[in-house]
């Protein structure tokens, strides 16, 4: 997104009008891009018992901001109600970018996205819908490891590390959260993210 807004910048293809979206996005997209490599270091840390620090984190919140940072990619509908995780909320962040940037990368041209958010049996719903290429049954258990592409043509085309749904997997589990995947190849895929709903929501039951 980043390489994406300065080329057009610099071959001259932005309208003067249209200057501060770019400009914004730029910005928006860099300090994304620190934060991720922060939360990268901190999640390599883990392992050697290094608590970060958390807060309340409203995923509807969370599944509002990443539509509208993928407008203009895709039309990522948001529904649902305010379920509150007690998290790091980069971490909960990188957990619906990464799902709905995926959604978006593997859809068919006019697939939708849809982002649904619940809070219900003590849980904080997370779900990531889309119309897109589908995951054949025996690649599903394979998609969250590192570097691992369903689809090796496409990903070269559209960019990304292969490193997504590895973050995905591993913050979810930082979080004591479980990760559920459902696809069918040519009808789309849909990923749940069901995370322990925090004691103080007024939706906790």
Request: overall charge negative; aromatic content about 6%.
């Amino acid at each position: 997104s980043i390489m994406g807004s300065a080329e057009l910048i610099e071959n001259g293809l932005v309208k003067p009008e249209d200057m501060p979206h770019f400009i914004k996005n730029i910005r928006t997209e860099s300090a994304r891009l620190v934060a991720l490599i922060e939360d990268i270091i901190r999640l390599s840390r883990l392992d050697e018992g290094v608590e970060i620090p958390k807060t309340e984190v409203d995923l509807l919140n969370v599944a509002t901001e990443t539509a509208e940072l993928l407008r203009g990619n895709a039309e990522a509908k948001v529904h649902g109600k305010s379920a509150v995780v007690f998290g790091v909320d980069r971490l909960i962040y990188e957990i619906a970018y990464n799902l709905c940037e995926n959604a978006v990368k593997y859809n068919i041209p006019g697939g939708a996205v849809d982002i649904g958010v619940d809070a219900r049996k003590g849980k904080a719903l997370l779900t990531v819908r889309d119309t897109g290429i589908g995951i054949p049954k025996e690649q599903q258990s394979r998609v969250f490891e590192r570097f691992y592409r369903v689809d090796k043509s496409r990903s070269k085309d559209s960019g990304g590390t292969g490193l997504g749904l590895s973050i995905v997997k591993h913050a979810a589990a930082y979080h004591n959260a479980e990760l559920t995947l459902e696809s069918v190849p040519g009808k789309g895929t849909c990923v749940t993210v069901a995370f322990p709903l925090y004691e103080g929501s007024e939706n906790a039951e």
